[in-house]
């Protein structure tokens, strides 16, 4: 077979960029190469391409083609398939064969190319899809040719989607320990590590505790903390380890610790599949244990397409369970909006948790919880500024009032409201300080009644009319 013949076969190449590579996968191996129609199980893969069939039905043949000694002719069948038909999943299957000591060089162009179509972006909310796969192997690849720093990309691109995943995991690992026995800092170069920059050495067992758990991947930082994906060796399971970054003197950091516990005590008292459960605290690392979990915030759900207008009802009810605990607790949230409401894993229809009680009240009465330090100085009141303006009750915005249930009844509505409108951002008007903001009459006329119903409760301007 030549590379004009199998030119021939199909005309000129579309200049898809799986199609460019596949000419040079001809240019490669088409010389020489048996033809379809001198091999009639070649022929008949050659078929089974040309009608598209399913990648389950020709891996089995590609095998046996392989074994026969045919592989050659089969990846140039693959190869002319794709320049016709650029289906990126037969390119997943050839990039495989040409990375098995091939011409690796020819399999790294096919996963870019890959990875820059947009049929492979709009899968990597499908966990083991293109998306995933690609970058594994890149990131395998280019960890096993020495090049530990793009590698690591790789495994972070997947990592960023299911930090779960096993094998990215371990190829990280390996990516940042071959950065560190050169010398090289980590904190740079990954997509999330950067968020170490700042933070005072934490790697040793003293410092950070890790007598218990061993510390992963950063997956975020706010103003005092920092979180991070952690392995617990004593229950064997992952978690989210939240560190408090001291403050800038003694009594900042007095209060900054006395507060991020406050928290710890707060969520000890809740119990609710819809809250983010404590899981341990150990004041004397700064450090408390959550549950894990991988799907990121309500937003970032939204922005992903994995939550949308059609899971208010589930979200609603989930929400109103968690709330329903909270305040069972004795607690007031007082920051109920998106980014405080996490996603337990990044696959759509997955549950919510309701998270970050940085700024919940409790009433100052309430027992500490054992082992946690306790510090009435911390409680600042349910009427102390708090919260996110777009999602404040009407009585809090004029600092009139004191939070309470029905305030924070009132954020989950502006929460809920912006599900229903997504993709279009709430109104300007819940942006402004304004004594006359009337919620409900942002609700869109032509939402289902039972929607109507709901928010229009949630979010009347009286406290006590609110319910869900």
Same mark, same amino acid.
């Given at each position: 077979?030549?590379?004009?013949?199998?030119?021939?076969?199909?005309?000129?190449?579309?200049?898809?960029?799986?199609?460019?590579? !596949?000419?040079?996968?001809?240019?490669?191996?088409?010389?020489?190469?048996? =033809?379809?129609?001198?091999?009639?199980?070649?022929?008949?893969? +050659?078929?089974?391409?040309?009608?598209?069939?399913?990648?389950?039905?020709?891996?089995?043949?590609?095998?046996?083609?392989?074994? %026969?000694?045919?592989?050659?002719?089969?990846?140039?069948?693959?190869?002319?398939?794709?320049?016709?038909?650029?289906?990126?999943?037969?390119?997943?299957?050839?990039?495989?064969?040409?990375?098995?000591?091939?011409?690796?060089?020819?399999?790294?162009?096919?996963?870019?190319?890959?990875?820059?179509?947009?049929?492979?972006?709009?899968?990597?909310?499908?966990?083991?899809?293109?998306?995933? #796969?690609?970058?594994?192997? /890149?990131?395998?690849?280019?960890?096993?040719?020495? @090049?530990?720093?793009?590698?690591?990309?790789?495994? @972070?691109?997947?990592? #960023?989607?299911?930090?779960?995943? =096993?094998?990215?995991?371990?190829?990280?690992?390996?990516?940042?320990?071959?950065?560190?026995?050169?010398?090289?800092?980590?904190?740079?170069?990954?997509?999330?590590?950067?968020?170490?920059?700042?933070?005072?050495?934490?790697?040793?067992?003293?410092?950070?505790?890790?007598?218990?758990?061993? /510390?992963?991947?950063? /997956?975020?930082?706010?103003?005092?903390?920092?979180?991070?994906?952690?392995?617990?060796?004593?229950?064997?399971?992952?978690?989210?380890?939240?560190?408090?970054?001291?403050?800038?003197?003694?009594?900042?950091?007095?209060?900054?610790?006395?507060?991020?516990?406050?928290?710890?005590?707060? /969520?000890?008292?809740?119990?609710?599949?819809?809250?983010?459960?404590?899981?341990?605290?150990?004041?004397?690392?700064?450090?408390?244990?959550?549950?894990?979990?991988?799907?990121?915030?309500?937003?970032? +759900?939204?922005?992903?397409?994995?939550?949308?207008?059609?899971?208010?009802?589930?979200?609603?009810?989930?929400? =109103?369970?968690?709330?329903?605990?909270?305040?069972?607790?004795?607690?007031?949230?007082?920051?109920?909006?998106?980014?405080?409401?996490?996603?337990?894993?990044?696959?759509?229809? +997955?549950?919510?948790?309701?998270?970050?009680?940085?700024? #919940?009240?409790? %009433?100052?009465? +309430?027992?500490?919880? !054992?082992?946690?330090?306790?510090?009435?100085?911390?409680? %600042?009141?349910?009427? !102390?500024?708090?919260?996110?303006?777009?999602?404040?009750?009407?009585?809090?915005?004029?600092?009139?009032?004191?939070?309470?249930?029905?305030?924070?009844?009132?954020?989950?509505?502006?929460?809920?409201?912006?599900?229903?409108?997504?993709?279009?951002?709430?109104?300007?008007?819940?942006?402004?300080?304004? @004594? @006359?903001?009337?919620?409900?009459?942002?609700?869109?006329?032509?939402?289902?009644?039972?929607?109507?119903?709901?928010?229009?409760?949630?979010?009347?301007?009286?406290?006590?009319?609110?319910?869900?």
């Amino acid at each position: 077979m030549t590379v004009a013949w199998a030119q021939r076969m199909i005309g000129g190449a579309p200049g898809h960029p799986l199609a460019t590579v !596949a000419d040079a996968v001809l240019a490669r191996f088409a010389d020489g190469a048996a =033809r379809p129609q001198e091999v009639a199980r070649l022929g008949a893969f +050659a078929d089974a391409l040309a009608r598209g069939a399913a990648i389950a039905e020709l891996e089995p043949e590609l095998r046996a083609l392989s074994h %026969a000694g045919f592989l050659r002719g089969a990846m140039v069948a693959i190869a002319t398939s794709l320049r016709a038909d650029p289906r990126p999943e037969l390119a997943l299957v050839l990039a495989r064969e040409l990375l098995d000591a091939i011409d690796v060089e020819l399999g790294l162009r096919m996963l870019h190319a890959l990875l820059s179509l947009p049929q492979t972006d709009a899968s990597r909310w499908t966990k083991g899809g293109l998306h995933t #796969a690609a970058n594994l192997l /890149l990131g395998e690849q280019l960890l096993e040719r020495g @090049d530990p720093a793009a590698a690591l990309r790789h495994f @972070d691109a997947v990592l #960023a989607l299911d930090i779960d995943h =096993r094998r990215a995991l371990r190829g990280w690992q390996q990516a940042t320990g071959a950065l560190e026995r050169r010398g090289v800092a980590v904190g740079r170069p990954g997509r999330g590590l950067a968020l170490l920059d700042g933070l005072e050495e934490l790697e040793t067992q003293d410092a950070f505790g890790l007598a218990r758990y061993e /510390l992963g991947r950063p /997956l975020g930082r706010g103003r005092h903390a920092v979180v991070y994906q952690a392995f617990d060796r004593h229950v064997g399971r992952e978690v989210a380890i939240k560190r408090l970054i001291e403050g800038d003197g003694r009594s900042a950091s007095r209060l900054l610790h006395a507060r991020f516990f406050d928290e710890a005590r707060t /969520l000890a008292r809740v119990r609710s599949p819809y809250v983010v459960a404590l899981l341990d605290a150990q004041p004397r690392h700064r450090l408390i244990a959550l549950e894990l979990c991988t799907g990121g915030n309500l937003r970032l +759900a939204l922005r992903r397409g994995l939550v949308g207008p059609a899971d208010l009802p589930r979200v609603a009810a989930e929400l =109103r369970a968690a709330l329903a605990a909270v305040h069972a607790a004795g607690a007031i949230h007082r920051d109920v909006k998106p980014a405080n409401i996490l996603v337990r894993t990044a696959f759509r229809g +997955a549950q919510i948790a309701l998270a970050d009680f940085g700024v #919940a009240a409790a %009433a100052p009465t +309430a027992t500490a919880t !054992a082992g946690l330090p306790a510090d009435p100085t911390v409680w %600042a009141g349910p009427g !102390a500024q708090a919260g996110t303006l777009r999602y404040l009750a009407p009585e809090l915005r004029r600092g009139q009032a004191h939070a309470t249930e029905a305030s924070d009844r009132f954020s989950a509505g502006v929460v809920l409201l912006e599900l229903l409108l997504h993709p279009a951002g709430l109104p300007a008007a819940l942006d402004r300080i304004d @004594d @006359d903001l009337d919620a409900t009459a942002l609700i869109p006329p032509d939402a289902p009644a039972p929607t109507r119903a709901l928010l229009g409760a949630l979010l009347a301007r009286d406290p006590d009319a609110r319910r869900w």
